[in-house]
């Protein structure tokens, strides 16, 4: 199969407020996908039921052809967009305690990242700036051999300089064999990342396809896309 993920007429309500509106996506394994859509427009919904942590109201929903959960989360890397860590803990505590966690985190790969990102392993998390803490986020998620990473808004909050530095962490490691997921809204950034983008608008999907094609037909790049779509 070479779907990697599978939503048919996915719609999600919150009482009487419409989140998601059905929403039929797949993502071919290998791909990069961005989520692309302003705030409120269900980007964190749609990861959130993926992730099973939210249930959606109809539709279906398949990750290598499962439906979310433990056996799903095995093989998803999740990147939140809040912080995850303990203020106790020291950048090789969060390490060791992703290791212990994760049967696919892979060490080798977490040390080189430390290394890339200049983060010092004996720091206390509570001593990190919002950038130092979003670098080591991404160090935790990305040294699992995962088949699936999503990462929400994986550079909001962080300088141009450390942006760039993210950006090339998240191309180098990542490998044909897996795919992922990146919500943001800063599109112009991060653009050069994605090999397909889906567009949400109030909870559905106004546009979607693959980067190369959109910017050939448009002749524009996905970031003044983004800007006609939500103008
Ligand atoms: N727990 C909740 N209860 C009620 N409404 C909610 C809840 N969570 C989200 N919503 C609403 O659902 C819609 C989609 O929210 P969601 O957080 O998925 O958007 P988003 O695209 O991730 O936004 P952002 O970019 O700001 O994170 C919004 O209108 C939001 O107000």
Redesign the pocket.
């Known amino acids: 199969m070479s779907k990697i993920v599978e939503m048919k007429g996915l719609s999600k309500s ?2 009487n ?1 419409i ?1 998601l509106k059905d929403v039929n996506l797949n993502i071919e394994k290998g791909k990069i996908l961005g989520l692309l ?10 990861i959130k039921i993926l992730m099973g942590i939210l249930t959606q109201s109809s539709g279906e929903v398949y990750i290598d052809g499962k439906k979310p959960g433990t056996g799903t989360k095995a093989i998803v890397s999740y990147l939140p ?1 809040r912080n995850f860590l303990y203020k106790w803990m020291k950048v090789k505590d969060a390490i060791n305690f992703f290791n212990d966690f994760y049967e696919d985190f892979d060490m080798m790969r977490a040390k080189e990242l430390l290394k890339f990102m200049e983060l010092e392993e004996n720091i206390k998390v509570s001593k990190l700036s919002k950038g130092m803490i979003e670098k080591l986020h991404l160090t935790l998620v990305l040294s699992r051999r995962a088949k699936l990473y999503i990462l929400d ?1 994986p550079i909001a909050g962080v300088d141009p300089v450390a942006r760039e530095k993210i950006l090339d962490a998240i191309i180098n490691n990542y490998n044909e064999d897996s795919s992922m997921i990146i ?1 943001t ?1 800063l599109v112009k950034d991060l653009e050069r990342v994605f090999n397909e983008v889906a567009f ?1 608008k109030y ?1 559905e999907i106004v546009l979607t396809g693959d980067v190369e094609e959109l910017r050939v037909e448009r002749a524009m790049s996905v970031d003044e896309i983004y800007r006609e779509v939500f103008k």
Request: net charge neutral; no cysteine; hydrophobic share 20%.
């Open positions: 919150y009482m407020k989140a859509g302003p705030n409120g427009s269900g980007k964190t919904t749609m967009d808004e919500t809204h949400l909870g």
